[in-house]
């Protein structure tokens, strides 16, 4: 497959980009040979592996830096060696601590996460501080989700994921790198500044968490992305900030393409919802279905088009609990959906659902889209990711 890759894009191990359960890539027995083969093939390109790290040995580290560029994602989720032991399954905690210790010292970049688990949530933000001493230059604060098979304290709900929001917000006023919060839970299109990079032109620029970009250039950036997409292009943009009760103008020092430091949560880019607009019938009525989780943004993104097209979103019944996400929402979940708001009257000719659930045509559960076009008898069509 390395023929079929692009030399300049970013490789990705350990993270799962199909169906597939991509388990932890350390595991294999051949996994620095491979990665050896992958960087004499592709020389430029960068690599992330995304690891527990609990294979992470000095030795290995040693080796990875002569991979460079490579970044390593890391499962910190919790710093305790009893915690790791009883819930991690870690049965060398001081081991894998003080792995994690040397990786800034034998010069690998690495990102953390931590699942914001309830065993886990009394470490914080002294967990932060510590990965950040260690050399980590992003975290990843992932909010706990659960099928109806999980139990309740694990599971989540909107409630317990909107205290850990605002509580994520005091605890990155405790470190200097960009500490984000996965999944976002975004209701606006504001363009503000998540965190910012160490060394960065940003940093340099003086910008700081909390901004929110109003102008860059002079022209106001229609969402988060938009913002990121226009600064990275840009040299030297002009931005327009607010800062609390202030306003802001600032000269970013950059070059095209150079990453500016500014990090942003992803929300969606004014270009890819209009392809998918124009790929629309231009008669009759649609009806748009999405997850849970995407429904605030695209409610503040059709506001922002005035767009008349009915949203609504689709309940995950199949997994229960508090999977809200797109991606995992199968067709009996869109089916149930329908069929309640047929009860209820409501009319359509045409479909559009999100694309994440059909990468290969099929939902999580085998069944075919085109099949289930055909039992509903209107046409479906997909949203540009």
Request: one cysteine or more; a neutral charge.
């Amino acid at each position: 497959m390395l023929p079929l890759l692009d030399p300049e894009e970013r490789v990705v191990i350990g993270e799962s980009a199909t169906r597939l359960v991509e388990g932890e890539p350390l595991l294999h027995p051949r996994f620095l040979p491979l990665l050896q083969r992958v960087r004499r093939a592709l020389p430029k390109a960068p690599l992330q592996v995304t690891t527990n790290g609990l294979l992470l040995t000095e030795q290995l580290q040693r080796a990875l830096v002569r991979l460079a560029p490579i970044e390593l994602i890391v499962s910190v989720n919790s710093l305790d060696p009893s915690q790791r032991t009883r819930w991690l399954g870690d049965s060398q905690p001081e081991r894998t601590l003080a792995q994690l210790e040397a990786l800034g010292r034998n010069g690998l970049a690495f990102q953390s996460s931590f699942v914001l688990a309830p065993p886990f949530l009394d470490q914080f933000p002294s967990a932060l501080r510590q990965v950040e001493a260690w050399g980590a230059n992003y975290v990843r604060l992932l909010l706990p989700g659960g099928s109806r098979l999980a139990p309740l304290t694990l599971q989540g709900s909107w409630d317990s994921w909107r205290a850990l929001a605002a509580q994520r917000r005091l605890w990155r006023e405790e470190v200097s790198i960009p500490c984000v919060l996965e999944p976002p839970l975004l209701c606006d299109l504001h363009a503000e500044v998540e965190g910012v990079m160490p060394n960065s032109p940003a940093v340099r620029a003086g910008l700081q968490p909390g901004d929110r970009i109003e102008r860059i250039d002079g022209i106001a950036p229609f969402s988060r992305q938009d913002a990121f997409l226009a600064i990275a292009s840009a040299v030297s943009p002009h931005l327009v900030v607010s800062r609390y009760s202030q306003r802001l103008e600032v000269r970013l020092e950059k070059e095209a393409n150079e990453r500016s430091g500014l990090v942003f949560s992803r929300d969606i880019t004014r270009k890819s919802l209009e392809r998918t607009l124009s790929s629309l019938p231009a008669r009759g009525k649609g009806l748009v279905l999405t997850g849970e989780l995407a429904l605030p943004i695209l409610r503040a993104a059709w506001e922002s088009l005035d767009l008349q097209l009915p949203l609504v979103a689709a309940p995950n019944r199949t997994f229960g609990g508090s999977i809200r996400a797109a991606g995992l929402l199968t067709l009996s979940d869109i089916g149930k959906t329908l069929a309640e708001l047929a009860r209820k009257e409501w009319k359509w000719d045409w479909l559009l659902l999100p694309a994440a659930p059909f990468e290969d045509g099929c939902d999580l559960c085998g069944k075919s889209l085109a099949d289930f076009e055909r039992e509903i008898s209107v046409p479906v069509f997909l949203a540009e990711s």
